[in-house]
């Protein structure tokens, strides 16, 4: 099915008109046909521990987490694929600022100049690391960046930051897919319509995305997310009848020991955001579960840490009173709970991760990516030949148009030479007709005729007529008419 699709695509590509190459619709449609990027996009409240769950995925803690809106920004994070070399990117003006981070040093490739005011602040947070790698490193920066927001700054940092991070273990690390993550602030975050205008933006060129939407236990019946539902709604690029819903936090959420029943797992998906989102499923997560089940506990952010070693015994020991195996509370459609199961015990020697959700998750994402990328590149080609095909029907209209115009046009100007021709029969029929009553006269005068015969009306006419038929010919009269009658009839076919 998959190269079926694939070489239907690369048909639709090939017949796009040259003459359409400059629409920038059409040129978005063929640079997203071309790349395999495949954006997760994480939404929810703040501190509902998006960032918290981004730092999961990648496997180390670079985004800086707080129980105050912290993300101020969005952030675009890749897979390096160069073990402990990082990249930042972000925009001051119209200026890149680029800053490599490779082991234990970074360079400011690019822009430097732009962020003067900030390089004091960053050495002397440089210097307070105490193990130095990239990841630390980046986190630094994040942090700095994040912070400078809000101070009485001399320049503004563009509200997207790009960011290319190695990621370490777990499905995604593995994956050969080109996952982009998307960390974008809070929907109670006022300048929510703004972030998800640079979202939107940044989602250009890439297939349709999969939104994530985080939310923790408690909140799953919050109203104030309808803005948020809207937004996803209105984002095309983001397919929202994909949407995974994640609970997090799930450590700390007193779930039932027995499992959710029937009648709890009702109640669940008449909640607000269940109720507008459920498609794909809802998954139970511990983000600081999963993160720690694949550092190894080594944390950059110390709150992380303090959860992680609280909990650590309910997740990795079957004996422990409250033993925790989260995935079992996800509630996904009937046919994936099999697979789900077999799955989990495929992996069943990763304890932590399986048991934190995180798994899971990330198994029903490869498996959007597989399933669902072709399918969505070709609903984007879908929509973009449509595009297509109303540009042509303007063109053909356009063209329709023109030539009627233009046959109008001749055809009143034959109009014109025809009356033109007649006017001039007519006067040389008049001139004649004078000259030989000219004539007449003068020979009247001078002999007798037959009066009878030169009074006849008939005769007149017939020598008139004459004059007639012959000036015709030589005005060429005929053909005129008859291109006109030709004229006629084609503006009776269009
Ligand atoms: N117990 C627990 N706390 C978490 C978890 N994930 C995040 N948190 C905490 O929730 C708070 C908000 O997290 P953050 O990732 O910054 O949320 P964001 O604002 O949605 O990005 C932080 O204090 C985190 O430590 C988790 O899995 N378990
Ligand atoms: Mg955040």
Redesign the pocket.
């Known amino acids: 099915m998959l190269p079926r699709i694939a070489t239907i695509f690369d048909k639709i590509l090939e017949i796009i008109p040259e003459s359409l190459d400059d629409d920038s619709d059409i040129k978005k449609f063929k640079q997203s046909s071309n790349s395999s990027l495949i954006p997760l996009i994480i939404v ?10 981004i730092n999961s995925l990648i496997g180390s803690d670079i985004l800086p ?3 105050r ?3 101020a920004k969005v952030f675009e994070i890749r897979k390096s694929y160069q073990p402990n070399v990082s990249q930042i990117n972000f925009w001051v003006k119209d200026t890149v600022v680029q800053i490599n981070i490779s082991d234990n040093a970074y360079t400011i490739i690019q822009g430097k100049e732009s962020i003067v005011d900030m390089l004091p602040n960053i050495e002397q947070q440089f210097e307070q690391i105490n193990v130095r790698n990239s990841d630390t490193i980046l986190h630094m920066f994040l942090k700095v960046i994040n912070q400078y927001e809000g101070t009485d700054n001399s320049f503004t940092i563009s509200d997207l930051i790009t960011i290319k991070v190695p990621f370490k273990q777990g499905i995604l690390a593995e994956s050969d897919k080109q996952y982009v993550i998307f ?1 974008t602030p ?1 929907s109670n975050s006022s300048s929510n319509k703004n972030h998800f205008k640079v979202l939107k933006k940044a989602l250009q060129n890439m297939s349709n995305g999969l939104p994530l939407f ?1 939310s923790d236990y408690t909140s799953l019946d919050t109203v104030d997310n309808e803005n948020l539902y809207e937004e996803l709604r209105n984002i095309k690029e983001i397919d929202d009848r994909f949407t995974l819903i994640i609970v ?2 799930a ?2 959420a007193g779930l039932p020991k027995e499992g959710l029943d029937e009648r709890q797992i009702q109640q669940i998906l008449n909640q607000s955001i269940p109720r507008n989102l459920y498609s794909e499923g809802i998954f139970f ?5 999963g993160l720690g089940s694949k550092n190894n506990g080594q944390f950059i952010n110390d ?2 840490d303090r ?1 992680f070693k609280k909990s650590l015994n309910e997740f990795n020991n079957s004996q422990s009173e409250y033993y925790q195996e989260l995935y079992q509370y996800n509630i996904v459609p009937k046919q994936l709970v099999s697979r789900m199961k077999e799955n989990v015990r495929r992996k069943g020697n990763q304890l932590i991760y399986v048991n934190s959700g995180l798994f899971s998750i990330e198994d029903e994402i490869e498996v959007f990516a597989n399933k669902y990328s072709a399918y969505n590149k070709c609903q984007q080609a879908k929509l973009y030949l449509e595009k297509i095909i109303e540009r042509t029907d303007a063109e053909i209209s356009r063209l329709k148009a023109d030539s009627s115009r233009e046959l109008k046009s001749l055809q009143e100007e034959l109009e014109r030479n025809k009356q033109k021709i007649i006017e001039e029969v007519d006067l040389k029929k008049q001139t004649n007709d004078k000259i030989f009553e000219a004539d007449y006269t003068e020979q009247m005068q001078s002999k007798s005729i037959d009066k009878e015969k030169l009074f006849s009306l008939s005769h007149l006419k017939d020598l008139s007529d004459s004059l007639y038929v012959n000036a015709r010919v030589d005005f060429n009269l005929d053909s005129y008419e008859e291109l006109n009658n030709q004229t006629n009839e084609k503006l009776k076919l269009t």
């Open positions: 929810g409240n703040y501190s509902s521990g998006k960032s918290s769950f987490n707080s129980d809106p912290i993300t960390d809070g985080v997090n936090k450590d700390m997560v511990s983000s600081v579960m709150n992380y959860i």
